[in-house]
């Protein structure tokens, strides 16, 4: 089965820094996605990505597919409070009818 | 469009007695999935359902557990007999087609279950 293991587990960080979350899977993905959840709340998903060396941005969070689709990071860019929460990575299995997470990255903002 | 429903949001029980979790899908959604996110960890696949069928049940314990996507109606994921290492919260997506790689599922809010 594929596992995805993501680094660092917490994060805490001051307001306007810079950060990167990373995920790295045990097998090839075919498709990963990010999620965020706020705490106590549901998922929210923020990016989906498949081909190798892909990258998308939405406001200031980046997320990158390596290009042997093994590792995927997510970068946010000036930190703010609400960026806080755990984000997550999702791989879609061989079968195509399941994702696998991650066990969750917990990212605290100070302001 | 209301989005994945799940109810309760949060539920207490002592231990033996029986948990009801219920997931109404988005409108047009005939997958659903179940996941369990136990406290500060990672959510877990239990399983994946289209209407009337188990398709994917690999994640659920094997006692004690069931899931039922009826013809009508919510799906429910049924706890019976529940210990406290059952105390998690417990979500539910639905999509459109299965998770093909371009397809997103989108998540409910979650059903927060204590066991006393």
């Known amino acids: 089965s594929q596992e995805l293991e993501q680094s660092p587990q917490s994060l805490i960080v001051q307001e306007g820094k810079n950060l990167t979350i990373n995920c790295t899977s045990s097998k090839t993905l075919y498709g990963l996605y990010w999620y965020k959840q706020k705490y106590g709340e549901g998922l929210i998903f923020l990016m989906m990505l498949q081909k190798g060396g892909e990258e998308k941005s939405h406001e200031k969070i980046t997320a990158k597919l390596d290009e042997k689709k093994q590792q995927s990071s997510l970068h946010i860019t000036a930190s703010q409070p609400s960026h806080a929460g755990i984000y997550l990575c999702g791989a879609v299995n061989n079968a195509g009818n399941m994702l696998t997470f991650g066990g969750g990255t917990r990212l605290m903002v100070k302001p | 469009n209301a989005g994945v429903m799940q109810n309760p949001r949060h539920l207490v029980r002592r231990r033996g007695q029986e948990a009801r979790l219920r997931c109404s899908p988005m409108k047009g959604h005939s997958h659903v999935y179940w996941y369990r996110q136990l406290p500060e960890e990672g959510l877990k696949f239990m399983v994946y359902?289209?209407?009337?069928?188990?398709?994917?049940e690999s994640g659920m314990p094997k006692e004690r557990f069931s899931a039922e996507f009826p013809k009508e109606g919510p799906s429910i994921l049924r706890i019976q007999q529940v210990v406290r290492g059952d105390s998690a919260a417990y979500f539910c997506?639905?999509?459109?087609?299965?998770?093909?790689?371009?397809?997103?599922?989108?998540f409910g809010a979650g059903s927060r279950l204590t066991v006393l």
């Open positions: 997506a639905s999509s459109h087609i299965p998770t093909t790689g371009a397809n997103v599922l989108t």
């Open positions: 359902l289209q209407k009337e069928n188990i398709i994917d």
